[in-house]
């Protein structure tokens, strides 16, 4: 009985550990890319990446991510375009948004919220407050 409490533990908090929530996140920059992976994955986020608007809109369209870091300066379709195209489908409408930007801009949040964003976050990113800015705009179900 006891063996078996100590198991059922050991591994619900190992699919905790593993299963904290996917991140799309939408960026045409590498390096940019390579860091947030880098520190997400470290939180145990499951991190996924489309490097444009467009595979960015298909790949939240089948993914239903828990969660969408946005890019703003994209080629093509830039990020605010994006923003505003999530939010007119009903299924992915209640997904967080959280900006992303280097743009210093006066104006640029109020841009991103009139956008639909839920938030915003300026490059450079920030490792050591980078994730509690996220997970401001997370599921409370996904929150530690
Ligand atoms: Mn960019």
Redesign the pocket.
């Known amino acids: 009985m006891g063996f078996r409490k100590h198991v059922q533990f050991v591994t619900s908090s190992r699919k905790e550990r593993y299963m904290k929530g996917k991140i799309l996140v939408i960026?045409?920059?590498e390096q940019?890319l390579y860091l947030v992976r880098y520190i997400l994955e470290k939180e145990n986020y499951e991190v996924f990446a489309a490097p444009d608007g467009k595979s960015g809109i298909e790949t939240a369209t089948s993914l239903k991510p828990d969660l969408i870091l946005l890019?703003?300066?994209?080629?093509v379709m830039d990020?605010y375009a994006v923003a505003r195209n999530l939010r007119r489908n009903p299924d992915l409408a209640d997904i967080p948004i959280v900006a992303v930007t280097?743009h210093a801009m006066s104006g640029d949040r109020e841009k991103t919220m009139e956008a639909g964003c839920n938030g915003y976050i300026e490059k450079p990113i920030d490792p050591d407050t980078f994730v509690a800015k996220i997970e401001q705009h997370l599921p409370v179900k996904l929150k530690r």
């Not at 890019?71 to 080629?75: E, G, N, S, T």
């Open positions: 960026e045409d920059n940019n890019d703003i300066q994209l080629p990020g280097s």
